[in-house]
């Protein structure tokens, strides 16, 4: 098993923390994000880890020595969303967890033996903005991108399963992100669909969702945060 980080980008929305250090590298407590998922990944067994940097991508070099990572510098970084992170990191992609590199893991919830491909998902309040998720026992039939798509007053009140930052990939749902990566870029680096340069790497399972045998895995609301802004690093803090 592999894990591959998304850690590039800028993090503004948690400026003015962000404007000396990564985002991936701001302190939960006493444990910076990154490194905390580098312990729960180790805790599993999974020591082939990629870190994809991009902003301030000097301040990850001390991961080399100190985990043994590989880190992977996206260029672009300032120009696209992270669907090019991922795409510099396609052939990694078998047997692979993928974690934002925001995702601060309270619990280490990752499993050292997965069979299938998975979302981790729980329940959250305040989803507007949300990638929820729906599925039953055996898969996911819909991801639903609210920041594109308006979540109705009942379901932001009472909170859904959203997308938790941390997945995992393999078999045929792998090969096909790695195949529809390769197709998507090819065209955004010819010039000529600069829209996909904006969109998440996860756009591609919503538009194939249907198609495609994965899985969702349910951990609890406190069991991650996504530190996005002041008041989620404030909230991961008072968990601690």
């Not at 980008?9 to 404007?19: I, S």
């Not at 026992?137 to 639903?144: A, K, S």
């Not at 997308?163 to 990566?181: H, P, Y």
Request: with cysteine; glycine share 6%; proline share 3%.
């Amino acid at each position: 098993m592999k894990a591959i980080i998304l850690a590039a980008g800028k993090g503004t929305r948690l400026a003015p923390l962000t404007q000396h250090i990564p985002k991936p590298l701001v302190k939960v407590g006493a444990s910076r994000i990154i490194e905390r998922q580098i312990a729960c990944l180790h805790e599993c067994g999974i020591h082939e880890i990629y870190v994809v940097t991009g902003y301030m991508q000097e301040y990850f070099e001390y991961l080399r020595d100190r985990f043994h990572v590989t880190l992977v510098y996206n260029s672009a970084f300032d120009t696209c969303n992270n669907i090019y992170s991922m795409w510099l990191c396609r052939d990694y992609l078998e047997d692979t967890y993928v974690l934002e590199g925001d995702v601060y893991l309270h619990r280490n919830f990752l499993r050292p033996q997965l069979k299938c491909s998975a979302y981790f998902t729980g329940v959250k309040q305040d989803i507007r903005r949300e990638w929820v998720v729906e599925f039953d026992d055996t898969r996911v039939h819909r991801v639903i991108n609210g920041n594109v798509v308006p979540l109705d007053e009942a379901r932001c009140l009472h909170g859904d399963y959203i997308m938790s930052g941390v997945s995992f990939w393999t078999g045929d749902v792998a090969a096909f992100i790695r195949q529809e990566l390769n197709a998507r870029m090819e065209d955004y680096l010819s010039g000529g669909a600069p829209e996909i340069g904006t969109q998440y790497w996860d756009q591609i399972v919503l538009d194939n969702v249907h198609q495609l045998d994965i899985g969702a895995i349910k951990i609890n609301p406190d069991d991650w945060f996504e530190v996005d802004k002041m008041e989620d690093l404030l909230q991961a803090e008072s968990h601690l």
